[in-house]
């Protein structure tokens, strides 16, 4: 059974960074695409940013791009959401998912296979 557990949200000032974390179980990274997204309340999911099986390949929102990064430690089954110079508009609930990969990576929220139930970052002005 695969089970996706995030950790690592709270509460920080504009300009500071936190590191999520999404612990993995039951599934393995060379099968699975592993991305992270996010929800403002009363909007839909949005895609933040994937990496690959083969952690080779990591894609980001532009909303994003050069604040986040992702990383993983195989060993530890656990990929991390790396979120510098962080903004009040990136406040949101933030989920791991796990796509069963395939030729193109995937950033849509319908084609992920599993999500973990989230972690709140809250960013304050």
């Known amino acids: 059974q695969v089970q996706l557990v995030e950790s690592g949200g709270g509460l920080v000032q504009a300009g500071g960074s936190l590191r999520l974390s999404c612990a993995a179980s039951g599934l393995a990274f060379s099968d699975y695409d592993m991305g992270w997204f996010r929800q403002f309340p009363g909007k839909e999911r949005e895609f933040v940013g994937v990496?690959?099986?083969?952690?080779?390949?990591?894609y980001y929102a532009d909303s994003v791009k050069g604040r986040f990064t992702i990383s993983r430690d195989v060993s530890k089954n656990t990929v991390y959401l790396q979120m510098n110079s962080l903004k009040p508009e990136d406040t949101a609930v933030y989920y791991c998912?796990?796509?069963?990969?395939?030729?193109?990576?995937?950033?849509?929220?319908?084609?992920?296979?599993?999500w973990g139930k989230g972690t709140l970052v809250t960013v304050s002005s």
């Open positions: 990496m690959d099986w083969s952690g080779g390949r990591t």
């Open positions: 998912a796990a796509a069963r990969s395939k030729a193109i990576v995937t950033t849509t929220p319908n084609t992920m296979n599993y």
